[in-house]
């Protein structure tokens, strides 16, 4: 049977559990809004890399082909190293895993997982991670981060015969919600590619380069595999977030539940100590009382003296 001090204990155990709670969905609010303005801050530049490819592509001959798709195809899942954040590792590893089955996809992807629980997860589900990464803790981080994988993507293009590259990540939907995405990034998409060629130049400056065509184009795929991934790390940072906060409000409910058990079962434990306290001291004192009737002797009133007195 639960004591009051041990009761005492679970509970300074659990309002302290609270203040952690608490503490942890503040810190991921906030992250929230600096990797979202993360994502904000790229709309220029990747405006900038969308123009470079415009002025490449119009008013030449050029081709835009969709690439081989004989080569390997290679996976870059985007998960998380630290817990306390819901389904989000297996969410995503579950959407990759419809998507390797699908009866277009090719066998034995290549798979890069960033964080260590997402290749847990991957390894689970029957995939072969080929090599991990950590998950960047910073806005700075993603940019070494990205910075490290775009040498990595150029040598599977070089020796694994690489033809199709995909991402894999979790966007943000809602405050505390998210759902799985994938993007294509190599080979680019023909239609995006065509609809640059084809967007009418709205400066009435003509555009022009001095540089060699293929070494140029090459440039801006590099920028463009740089915002595309920066993007994703960041998406998938914010939904990491908001899956945390929906994990530590549910972390929330059943902490104040709990409590409001605890406090219950205390108060009632400590009412009945102070009731059957009350039961001892009237015990105790009912029996004092007959104690010492017992040995009082008796003694004639005031009336029987008188009375006594007269006759004689």
């Known amino acids: 049977m639960p004591t009051l001090e041990g009761l005492r204990r679970q509970i300074d155990t659990a309002t302290d559990l609270s203040s ?20 904000e801050a790229l709309a220029d530049y990747n405006r900038t890399v969308e123009m470079g490819f415009q002025i490449m592509l119009m008013g030449e001959p050029f081709q835009v ?23 989000f590792n297996e969410e995503i590893v579950s959407f990759v895993n419809t998507q390797a089955r699908q009866p277009r996809a090719k066998p034995r992807w290549m ?14 589900a029957g995939f072969s991670v080929d090599d991990t990464y950590d998950v960047p803790t910073s806005v700075s981080d993603i940019t070494n981060f990205v910075q490290q994988m775009l040498p990595r993507i150029e040598r599977l293009r070089a020796d694994a015969d690489l033809s199709r590259l995909y991402v894999f990540y ?10 799985p995405r994938r993007i294509q990034l190599l ?32 440039r801006l795929v590099q920028h463009y595999l740089f915002v595309s991934l920066f ?40 009412q009945s100590a102070i009731t059957e306290e009350l039961l001892d001291v009237v015990t105790g004192f009912e029996a004092l ?9 008796s003694r004639p009133t005031k009336r029987s003296r008188s009375s006594t007195t007269r006759r004689q």
Not at 27 to 33: C, E, R, Y
Not at 65 to 87: H, L, P
């Open 231 to 270: 993007r994703a790390c960041a998406e998938s940072l914010a939904s990491e977030n908001a899956s945390r906060i929906a994990a530590m409000q549910a972390a929330e409910k059943n902490i104040e539940e709990r409590l409001d058990e605890l406090r219950g079962s205390f108060n009632h434990l400590r």
């Open 187 to 218: 080979p680019m998409d023909p239609k995006r590619l065509r609809r640059w060629r084809d967007e009418p130049w709205r400066s009435p400056s003509l555009p022009m380069f001095v540089s060699e065509r293929r070494g140029l184009l090459s």
């Open 170 to 179: 979790n966007r943000r939907t809602s405050a505390s919600s998210f759902e």
């Open 289 to 297: 009382s007959k104690q010492r009737r017992k040995r009082s002797p």
């Open 65 to 87: 082909e969709a690439g081989d798709t004989a080569g390997r195809t290679a996976a870059i899942v985007f998960g998380s190293d630290q817990g306390m954040c819901g389904q």
């Open 111 to 124: 798979v890069l997982a960033v964080g260590g629980r997402a290749e847990g997860q991957l390894l689970d």
């Open 20 to 39: 952690v709670v608490t503490t942890m969905k503040t810190l991921a609010a906030v992250s929230i809004h600096q990797y979202e303005r993360a994502v």
